[in-house]
């Protein structure tokens, strides 16, 4: 699979059943394959924070997850599709019912104390085969302290064939890049705050202002004081990127 050059990161062109058969591939062969993605905000993240870019490197695979990077993309005539835009608000449950059809087990690490389960509760109603265990993300991840290893303790016991990752950018990928020796699943996935969209902790944006790209104006307005600087300030460095791209192709 050819990667894309965008924004001086790469991403791949992904499909939502690309990734399911990607996941069904390493369960097979008994991979141990990191899938990433990639927004505007994990691109500006990879250009600051040396972390970041240790993760991408080791990540096998990386989707895009935002509709500006594939209306950056096109701009630059790159062969990215609306169906290759895969975010979690929109995956969450077509995964975990993959996931049940397979029989694949998962494990979800993240969101506050109790979220994580409620949320697990209601995709076991909804997918009664489902299996499922979670681990609140509110925990030490220094690699020598108590907490993070028993978490890692509760991983390996588990023995997921998915294991999903969500506590946020970088948090979640700074601690997958650490403990990437450590970690027992076959498809590592980096998944945010879906979780919580799942348990209602958070609202769910319209999903026609993702179709769109206009989901980071409901979340700035959502949470403006956390989020005013991701897509205020943020934005401001992705446009010399993207004009370095433009003035790249016309050299």
């Not at 993300?137 to 108590?146: E, K």
Request: hydrophobic residues 45%; contains cysteine.
């Amino acid at each position: 699979m050819k990667r894309i050059a965008l924004l001086g990161a790469q991403v791949d062109a992904l499909t939502m059943e690309d990734l399911h058969a990607l996941i069904a591939h390493a369960v097979a062969e008994g991979k141990r394959w990191i899938i990433a993605n990639h927004n505007l905000h994990s691109i500006y993240l990879y250009h600051h924070d040396p972390k970041m870019g240790a993760f991408y490197a080791r990540a096998h695979h990386v989707h895009v997850d935002g509709m500006s990077l594939v209306f950056l993309g096109k701009l630059l005539h790159l062969p990215l599709r609306r169906e290759h835009r895969v975010t979690y608000v929109d995956w969450v449950r077509p995964l975990v019912a993959e996931a049940a059809h397979q029989g694949f087990r998962v494990f979800y690490l993240g969101s506050r104390p109790g979220v994580a389960e409620e949320g697990a509760k209601i995709l076991r109603t909804e997918h009664p085969c489902l299996q499922m265990a979670t681990h609140h993300g509110h925990f030490n991840t220094a690699p020598d302290s108590l907490e993070n290893q028993h978490v890692l303790a509760a991983i390996r016991d588990y023995r997921p064939h998915i294991l999903m990752v969500g506590m946020g950018m970088p948090r979640q990928e700074h601690w997958i890049v650490d403990h990437f020796e450590q970690i027992e699943a076959n498809a590592i996935l980096t998944a945010g705050a879906c979780m919580d969209y799942v348990a209602g902790a958070v609202p769910v944006p319209p999903r026609w202002m993702g179709r769109l790209g206009l989901e980071w104006l409901y979340r700035l307005a959502s949470e403006p004081r956390r989020l005013w600087r991701r897509y205020l300030i943020e934005p401001w460095f992705i446009l010399r990127l993207f004009l370095r791209d433009v003035w790249g192709r016309k050299g």
